[in-house]
């Protein structure tokens, strides 16, 4: 009997011994498989701008069902003053046993240049006064100072009063794109007077022949003037012929690549594409930069009524908004009543028109049908060299003719 309590304290002995042992084993298992977990707060990968910053999200950890958190260390690489990719490491020791977790932040520009006006946003001056842009500064969270990336557009036509847009515009190296405007506005009693003084304009051109006898009479006379060209398509006499003017000292200015109404007074974004296209078609042709235009019909024209109600009020605005000098005329030659139009009539009609009080911006054309207007140019030239005028060929710095818009 004794010997069977012995056999069975023995057994529950080692069933002891067994239990505790396989308890050993297995939180020493646990132990050595169970590892710390961190869980981040907030997304795996972030993107933040340079001027939102990063805020760290921080994260948790546990071991087991612990929470051991207060045990977690961030080590942060983010400058969010710099564009980049990043990276947050966090790590956790707890019972010899160490976890990491890694975030990825995006650091992006998404802010434009931030644009400074010298001088401010609003600038008065005489007219006749000479408009020299004040500048800019322009700074950039990440290129630092761009003001030599600034670009200006916009014509201030100093010898017409009104108020004139100067737009510029900067974009940075993640295409961050700023613009600020500049209001000069033209106003007062003129500082000076330009007299006596002539521009001699021809639209309608280049003509393989007119345009030939033409440039004949200005290089013979040694006299300047300024072409107003349509399209003259790939002829290559007609691109020499325009070459040969600007070697002369002479102004290549746009009329339009269509002279039709009804397509280029349709609407202010046809008109500005047809200009556009042939300044583009002269930058490649004959790289000149086409600085100064004439509306077909001139800024006084009634016809483009026909085709869209106030678009002479817009256009008038916009050529100037996108850069371009604009001018009319205040002397008609009248070749342009007809074709043909007699010598003495052309001759008559720039004497009964010039001042030598002011200066003159004479209407021709040399257009195929306008050969007496080249039979009738050298008189005129000889005329006003004898009444004391000189000849001008338009430059930014020429005054210009603005017609009193009807549409």
Not at 51 to 77: C, L, M, N, W
Not at 197 to 206: A, C, E, M, V
Not at 237 to 258: E, V, W
Not at 357 to 386: C, Q, V
């Amino acid at each position: 009997m004794k010997d069977k309590k012995k056999k069975s304290l023995r057994f529950k002995i080692l069933l002891i011994i067994l239990i505790l042992f396989v308890l050993a084993g297995g939180v020493f298992a646990f132990y050595m498989y169970t590892t710390p977990q961190i869980t981040l707060k907030g997304d795996k990968v972030m993107t933040v701008t340079m001027k939102e910053g990063y805020s760290e999200p921080g994260a948790t950890a546990s071991f087991s069902f612990h929470d051991i958190s207060e045990h977690v260390r961030i080590d942060s690489q983010v400058n969010d003053d710099k564009v980049g990719t990043y990276k947050v490491i966090y790590t956790v020791d707890y019972l010899e046993k160490t976890a990491t977790a890694e975030r990825t932040v995006n650091v992006i520009d998404k802010e434009p240049p931030e644009i400074t006006l010298t001088d401010g946003e609003e600038i008065t001056i005489r007219p006749g006064s000479k408009y020299e842009d004040p500048g800019v500064t322009a700074v950039d969270d990440s290129d630092g100072d761009v003001s030599d990336k600034v670009t200006a557009k916009g014509f201030v036509d100093v010898f017409n009063k009104g108020d004139y847009e100067v737009t510029y515009t900067v974009t940075d190296s993640y295409d961050n794109t700023a613009t600020a405007v500049r209001t000069v506005t033209v106003k007062g009693e003129p500082v000076r007077e330009i007299k006596g003084i002539i521009y001699l304009t021809f639209d309608d051109g280049p003509s393989n022949e007119v345009t030939a006898d033409i440039l004949k009479t200005l290089e013979k006379e040694k006299v300047p003037a300024t072409f107003f060209v349509i399209d003259y398509g790939s002829d290559e006499k007609k691109i020499d012929l325009m070459k040969r003017a600007l070697k002369d000292g002479c102004t290549i200015g746009i009329h339009g690549y269509s002279h039709d109404y009804s397509k280029i007074y349709s609407s202010v974004p046809a008109f500005m594409d047809n200009i556009a296209t042939l300044h583009d078609k002269l930058q490649e042709d004959l790289d000149y930069d086409a600085f100064v235009m004439r509306f077909p019909g001139g800024g006084s024209n009634t016809v483009s009524k026909e085709y869209c109600k106030g678009i002479m009020t817009d256009l008038t605005k916009e050529v100037q908004k996108e850069g371009y000098m604009y001018t009319d005329w205040n002397v008609d030659s009248t070749d342009a009543s007809g074709n043909s139009v007699p010598v003495k009539t052309l001759i008559r009609s720039v004497k009964a028109n010039c001042d030598p009080e002011t200066y003159n911006i004479i209407l021709m054309h040399d257009s195929d049908a306008k050969g007496t207007t080249a039979k009738a140019l050298p008189k005129i030239i000889k005329w006003a060299k004898k009444e004391g005028y000189k000849f001008k060929a338009i430059s930014p710095q020429s005054p210009t003719v603005h017609h009193k818009v009807n549409n």
